[in-house]
């Protein structure tokens, strides 16, 4: 099955600041790379996701970025906001047919004021 | 608001007792799954039902057991609790069975706490 690995598990900066959190995937077959930020006391909500066939995408001050070949792919944040802290999430699958969402294991992202 | 309702928000309860979280998916939704958040843990996956019918389990304890029913609102019972069954636990729905779009909506997670 898929495995995928997040990097780092804590990430601390200063507003104004950008933050990169980084995965990795392991099967070749998965096609969707979504991105989700879980606040405290509340369910992982979708910011953002990239399809196998882009490489990039950008939604005002967050894009994702994905390496198929290296199995990679990347959140940014720029201009960061005491509101983007929250726990990141990545995830990889295929979309369509029998598939399950596999999850890195989180990014806590401490935004300082 | 996600439109996935999770009841109940919080449980409190003693080891080898047995409890039952409930999900109603995202109205239209007909997949529902199940996912484990442990302290410092991510998102275990645990069963995916679609359309009433078991479609894919992950490392899911033979303690628990989940099922949809007709209306697709979802159980997830846990049974002879440990302490170590102490979580959040998630549902999700998406409209996703067969082919379309990947987003999974959550519901606020039921935390289970085990004395």
């Known amino acids: 099955g898929e495995n995928v690995e997040q990097h780092p598990s804590t990430l601390s900066v200063q507003e104004g600041d950008s933050a990169v959190i980084k995965c990795t995937y392991s099967?070749?077959?998965?096609?969707?790379f979504p991105w989700y930020k879980q606040e405290l006391g509340k369910g992982p909500q979708l910011i953002i996701d990239?399809?196998?066939?882009?490489g990039e995408k950008k939604d005002q001050r967050i894009a994702v970025t994905l390496n198929k070949t290296a199995k990679h792919f990347s959140l940014h944040i720029t201009e960061t906001q005491p509101e983007d802290s929250a726990v990141y999430f990545c995830a990889a699958y295929r979309e369509g047919g029998s598939y399950i969402p596999t999850f890195g294991r989180g990014t806590s992202l401490i935004v300082h004021p | 608001d996600s439109g996935v309702t999770q009841t109940p928000k919080h449980l409190i309860t003693a080891t080898g007792q047995r409890v039952t979280l409930r999900c109603s998916p995202r109205?239209?939704?007909?997949?529902v799954y199940w996912y484990q958040q442990s302290l410092d843990q991510g998102l275990q996956f645990l069963i995916q039902?679609?359309?009433?019918?078991?479609?894919a389990k992950g490392n899911i304890l033979e303690r628990f057991s989940a099922q949809q029913f007709p209306d697709l609102h979802s159980e997830l019972n846990l049974s002879s609790l440990e302490l170590g069954d102490s979580a959040l636990y998630f549902c999700?729905?998406?409209?996703?069975?067969?082919?379309?779009?990947?987003?999974?909506?959550f519901g606020e997670g039921s935390r289970l706490t085990v004395l």
């Open positions: 109205s239209g939704d007909l997949s």
């Open positions: 039902y679609y359309n009433g019918e078991e479609r």
């Open positions: 990239i399809r196998s066939n882009v």
């Open positions: 099967d070749s077959a998965s096609n969707y």
């Open positions: 999700a729905s998406s409209a996703q069975g067969g082919r379309g779009t990947g987003e999974l909506f």
